[in-house]
């Protein structure tokens, strides 16, 4: 990518915030779930994340900065789209931590289609669909059995949930169904001291972007920021909804859109 996108490589200082805990991160081979798997490795968290088989030297990297943090990495090649490879890598998180402290369900699918609603073939809603919810809510079903009190669950949504781009059609729909989800379940939770809470980010410069975007040139102009955001810019949002800072902090869809206002 031109330019590269920012992790936080040069920039990111911790300061112990999220120091012994356990991590799972989906989609953390790059962009925000990179991002988010180095600012917690530097804030003291051990973490596993998730990535794709063609992602392999990417996850390898990603691997490389949460252990020269001196935190513990484990990648998983997992394609969530499937239940069952949820369960496992929920199974293999817990093998190798013990519990889960954080849950980040970030992994994400998006296909522009400008043409509209007749050019998205069930193939790809199908992707979509699975990618951004089903998986979010198995390895949330199945995390939980392992999540104490003051653990957390943070999802991405994204300002498509509530300015959806036409040519954005499917994925604004998953983003929407992922703040009631987060919502409703945060409610289901409380009483067990669990928090759920998602970030809605704007315009990210992601590898996301050039490979599901036509035409790049223009992208991000169109926030009030008049930028895209770096990953690294989205990472201390998680950071916080993570620590013991957002302790009475449920429910809350943090919005980092560069200005856009949002409900």
Not at 58 to 66: F, G, H, K, Q, S
Not at 112 to 134: C, H, K, S, W
Not at 203 to 224: M, N, R, Y
Request: with cysteine; charged share 20%; aromatic share 6%.
């Amino acid at each position: 990518m031109d330019p590269p996108p920012d992790h936080g490589e040069d920039s990111y200082r911790g300061s112990g915030r999220l120091e012994g805990r356990k991590a799972v991160i989906t989609g953390g081979d790059s962009g925000i779930g990179r991002a988010v798997a180095l600012a917690f490795a530097r804030e003291g968290a051990d973490v596993l994340f998730t990535h794709l088989d063609e992602e392999e030297s990417d996850a390898r990297e990603t691997a490389r900065l949460v252990e020269d943090a001196g935190r513990k990495a484990v990648a998983v090649s997992c394609d969530i789209r499937e239940e069952g490879n949820c369960r496992a890598l929920i199974d293999r998180a817990v093998a190798e931590f013990g519990r889960i402290d954080v849950l980040v369900n970030n992994a994400a699918y998006q296909m522009a289609q400008p043409d509209g609603i007749e050019a998205i073939t069930t193939e790809q809603f199908d992707r979509v669909m699975r990618t951004n919810l089903y998986g979010m809510f198995w390895l949330t079903k199945f995390a939980l059995p392992h999540m104490t009190r003051g653990a957390s669950v943070i999802n991405s949504t994204s300002v498509q949930a509530y300015q959806p781009s036409p040519h954005l059609l499917d994925y604004a729909m998953t983003k929407g169904a992922i703040v009631t989800f987060t919502q409703g379940l945060a409610q289901m939770v409380a009483e067990r001291g669990i928090r759920v809470n998602a970030v809605a980010p704007g315009p990210v410069w992601t590898p996301l972007i050039p490979a599901t975007l036509p035409d790049t040139a223009e992208f991000g102009k169109q926030s009030p920021l008049g930028r895209p955001a770096q990953p690294a810019e989205l990472a201390p949002a998680y950071v916080y909804l993570a620590s013991q800072e957002a302790s009475y902090i449920t429910a809350e869809i943090l919005n980092a859109t560069g200005g856009t206002p949002l409900p």
